[in-house]
């Protein structure tokens, strides 16, 4: 719908024109240029984009009234650096923004999508009204029907297949007030088919760093790498997924001559700023980083005394490593051991370092490997727990990090508590439900307790045969929630499960891809969401930090916000009473701040307890008191606090702890936000890894303690059996040994001795604990081999459509399994593809990632004019060797296609970004599909502005051996002209 503009005429309202038609004549203020000219709501950020046209000499006007100017304070809805925007509001309309100057992420900047937020939320294209798909039309339809008539119908296949045969996948777009409500949701209609983005883009960051120290985060934030000596990039782009966030990195390489190190299969934006670029073969993350650990190990540079006070199992990856000499090295990744050598220098010699990954990394079938091979290198050099060290792991959507940990995943309740039945017992207790109530939503109780399918499998749960799939039925009926589907790979295949379903809802403030690729003409339901602009509460930075939306405006058009959904479909299906019982609900909308106290109440593992809705707010209105490299408020309200009150923040929000800036930081005591290793992994080696040494078989750590610690050493986690024995139990309070012995259900010492941090739900445990130096959940040593997973010590594996067939021999993929209730193909498919030649049919390596322009699935952002007008067409980059090879020229229109023949048609990039044999797509567009123009399918007003093929509609299957994360980074294609 956009074209670019030729002779300073657009068909659309462009800069221009608003400077022409907006701005009055004399003298005028920055804020009120900006305000009036519209440049607030985008065009600051994207004017240098933008061509021809002259500005015209301004007429005055007459002033317009105005009713009183509020301002309001929320957080941007794209990515997870958590920058805050400021917006100014008259009479409950949103008519300017600029970015929060006192904010110690973004310091006064943005992004040109932070900068048209108010667009996102503005936007002409959002839903405007409920809709149904009957005969092939949308037709308008009230709240009223579209909850009973989709209820009907849950209900009636709920009856006939039980609660599995619906999916509920949620959303890293919601709050966590949100998210939390969207687990409970689940967990009241019966099932665990719940799940939302993560586990298509860092699911495997989650599985390998919480396996290896304790918790699966971001350890550092972006602030602190200010402190970074070095910083090594890996499958990240931050330049363009992360852009405010920059600010930090290349003020650190500026300020602490910090080389800045990039590996990546593409030389991306954030490369261009690089002092050393690693160009590597995509999908060999694991031989690289063991081709420069071996290096480390070679020439002594390992911090042995870290390693043997906090580490346990180095001796394992030591024997892997030294397989990976230079030459295999290069063999595998294509990188000189020249390179790698130097690498590997720079990172012992300039410490602390930082090491940073994204997508580009999780992505992939050993994915799990690749993230735990990070943590390993950052152990070796002892940057784990540091100022200016650490595994920052960028997330990608403004909440992504909050909804993992509330639980709106598969396999876990809130807080990571799993699905074991002390989990449900203890989740039963905070929501002060009966456990046999929620028993009794179930199927049975072995469903209550298993995982449910991920949501990069939830179409085969569709297509897969009956008998294969472990529930009662298939799924039929499918409720997106905020999720994009073209983020997803296997595109045909997911169109061909809609096309089967019973019955597909989409609920979001725009209609995604889901409207309009389903090829059904019948039973599509449109709900329109209201942004998260458009409601309050708190979200979860990538760097764990919590801060609180204030509502900028009230719900436009017919739109309902997300909670108030939630609750007339529990309504509708007669939960509302067991799973409102103790939050406020006023005209059908869900008190948010009583949210908020509710799961404070339950999320103990990680430390959700202490954040509550005032002390966030006070952060939020006084962000100027905190220093801006290490968080810390410096005076005022909230002295001692670190920004955010990043998790852990331990305790009730009485206790005041500050939040824990650096995790497993022992230079500081617990209590002001120091920590250790988590003890999560028993106290001594299994027998399989065991040694017969009790030294060298200690998990617990040696002779390292948080500051102020009255334990020297080690020590498992925390129960009331444990404080007891230490002499501690006198220090808890009456209402404390109460509670506890509330949950022991007995007061007999042998009962209330099981109890431990994790289900006290008075927090007293974990007061004494910190009282007396000690982190609630133990000290121990993080564990290099993790003997649960499928690769103890990670490795390299081929991927499954590998263009190397010489090598698969040495390093084939893992053997087919059943996961999450359906089977996994690993080497059935890499042997189809060797014995096929596949690589000969389809010879370029396939790859995918973010462009700065647009985020996700792309439908909110190619939905804003002042987005869309800077990147029009999708496109496939194709290295100048392989185009010339192929016939192809810059600009023309060729089909990409992989292997399981999905395929697209795209403009030709011809750049030496990629190197030869390498593709690349970006894979934020939909509305066409396999070269059909979907445009007319959407519901009337509601398409975005740029349409465009999704690059996964040629991406193949192929899937984590732990997580089930999608292979998406590297797979296999052939490339020719349209």
Known sequence: MLRKKVSGVTPRQGITAVLRDAVPGGAIDRRSFLRNSGLAVGGVAAATSFVGGRVQRAHAAAPKAAGKLETRKSVCTHCSVGCTVIAEVSNGVWIGQEPGWDSPFNLGSHCAKGASIREHAHGERRLKYPMKLEGGKWKRITWDQAIDEIGDQMMKIREESGPDSVYWLGSAKHSNEQAYLMRKFAAYWGTNNVDHQARICHSTTVAGVANTWGYGAMTNSYNDMLNSKAMFFIGSNAAEAHPVAMQHILKAKEQNNAPLIVCDPRFTRTAAHATEYVRFRPGTDVALIWGILYHIFENGWEDKEYIRKRVWGMDSVR??????????????????????HRVARTLATNKPGTLVWCMGSTQHANGNDNTRAYC????????????????????????????????????????????????????????????????SRFENKEMMEAKGIPVSRWFDGVLEDKENIEQRDKVRAMVFWGHAPNSQTRGPDMKKAMEKLDLLVVVDPYP???????????????????????????????????????KVFEPLFESKVDHEIMYLFAKKFAFDKEMFKNIKVENNEPNVEDTTLEFNKGMWTIGYTGQSPDRLKLHMANQHTFDKRTLKANGGPCDGDYYGLPWPCWGTAELKHPGTPVLYDTSKPVAEGGLCFRARFGVAAPEKWAKGNPDADNLLAVESYPEGSEIKDGYPEITYAMIDKLGWAGDLTAEERAAIEKVAGSSDPEAMGKVNWKVDMSGGLQRVAIKHGLAPFGNAKARTVVWTFPDPVPLHREPLYSPRPDLVASYPTFTDRKLHRLPVLFETIQKKAMEEKLYDSYPIVLTSGRLVEYEGGGDETRSNPWLAELQQNMFVEINPKDANNLGIKDGETVWVEGPEKGKVKVMALVTERVGSGVAFMPFHFGGHFQGEDLRSKYPPGADPYVLGEASNTAQTYGYDAVTQMQESKTTLCKIWRA
């Open 512 to 550: 995604t891809v889901t409207a309009v690729m389903h090829g059904r003409s019948d039973n599509v339901y449109v709900l329109p969401a209201a942004t998260q602009l458009e409601t309050s509460g708190s979200v979860t930075a990538s760097n764990r930090s919590l801060q609180w939306r204030e």
């Open 376 to 439: 390993v290198l950052q152990l070796a050099l002892g940057n784990i727990g540091v100022e200016g060290g650490g595994a920052n792991i960028f997330r990608g959507h403004d909440n992504v990090q909050g909804a993992t940990d509330f639980g709106v995943l598969m396999d876990s309740l809130p807080g990571y508590y799993g699905l074991a039945t002390g989990s449900w017992k203890h989740w039963a207790r905070v929501w002060d439900t009966d456990y046999n109530y929620l028993l």
């Open 319 to 340: 024997e892997e490593v030294k397989k990976w000499t230079p030459e295999e090295t290069e063999k595998v990744t294509g990188v000189p051991g020249s390179q790698l």
